[in-house]
């Protein structure tokens, strides 16, 4: 009986190994597809999700894995922290005073006409939770749940060349091939969109070199900073602004005007 039990528990195992496998195997003609079609439809962020699941191989252990050796990651993982309640409370954040993260963060959300809850809406049809262990399905929900917290922080607009420089740190702070293979597609068919005089390389170089000089965001309590000023948070973070990336927007506005680069014209907002 105990052999019996043995046995039973070793192919438990085996296919449970076996599932992580096909789990996270790369299916690059998949992932190529749904590049095509989010770079004719830059709102399809759906596809954006199913870039990451055809990619995306070990990146959320290794993240999870880089969580566990520091104590501030391992409390994370502990608590499970969930940030997505206090995101979604708009009311809260809206009777925080101006200049708070919390409160740039709703200001940001309305202006554009998005909610944290779409987010989550469009990452729903993929299967992104598939072969991941609890803490790694934590993991990869945060990631996706701070993405436009992640805009405040760093001063990248949700512009298209924004949300371009934005994906380059997100990449260089947690590698995932999927994110790092949108950059590179959505890099090369930029050129040919983007006005002349934008130097595309160097706005997606700033935005991983601030990946490299910022604190690692995965592992920090952000919901503890919605109150804070958004300027003491970003010193505290070690975040430098974004120079190049808002030099180049202001070189295509016009005086008294909002406009932003957006999909290869100066496009009003």
């Known amino acids: 009986m105990q052999g019996t ?24 003609l998949q992932a190529l597809l749904s590049v095509r079609r989010l770079i004719a439809n830059p709102d399809a962020t759906e596809e954006v999700f199913r870039v990451i699941e055809a990619l995306k191989g070990d990146s959320i252990a290794r993240a999870v894995t880089r ?12 608590s499970r922290a969930q940030i997505l309640p206090l995101l979604c409370d708009r009311a809260r954040l809206q009777a925080l005073p101006e200049g708070t993260v919390g409160r740039s963060y709703v200001d940001l959300m309305e202006r554009q006409g998005i909610t944290a809850e779409g987010l ?6 993929s299967q992104r939770h598939a072969g991941l262990t609890e803490d790694e399905q934590w993991l990869a929900d945060r990631l996706r749940d701070i993405h436009d917290l992640q ?13 371009l420089c934005l994906l380059s740190f997100m990449t260089t702070q947690t590698y995932n091939r999927g994110i790092a293979f949108i950059v590179f597609m959505a890099r090369h068919s930029a050129r040919r969109r983007f006005p002349p005089g934008v130097d595309l390389d160097a706005c997606i170089e700033e935005g991983a070199a601030l990946g490299r000089a910022s604190r690692w965001l995965p592992a920090l309590r952000l919901e ?40 290869g014209q100066v496009q009003r907002v």
């Open 120 to 125: 989550v809406a469009a990452s729903a049809s």
């Open 67 to 78: 969580l566990r050796q520091t104590p501030e990651g391992r409390s994370l993982l502990e």
């Open 151 to 163: 805009h405040v922080l760093t001063g990248y607009g949700p512009d298209p060349l924004g949300e």
């Open 5 to 28: 039990r043995g046995v039973v528990a070793g192919a438990t195992m085996v296919l449970k190994a076996v599932s992580r496998i096909l789990a996270n195997r790369v299916r690059p």
């Open 224 to 263: 503890d900073c919605l109150a804070d000023p958004l300027a003491e948070v970003r010193a505290r973070l070690g975040m430098p602004v974004p120079q190049r990336y808002l030099e180049t927007l202001a070189s295509f506005r016009e005086p008294g005007d909002s406009q932003v680069v957006a999909t």
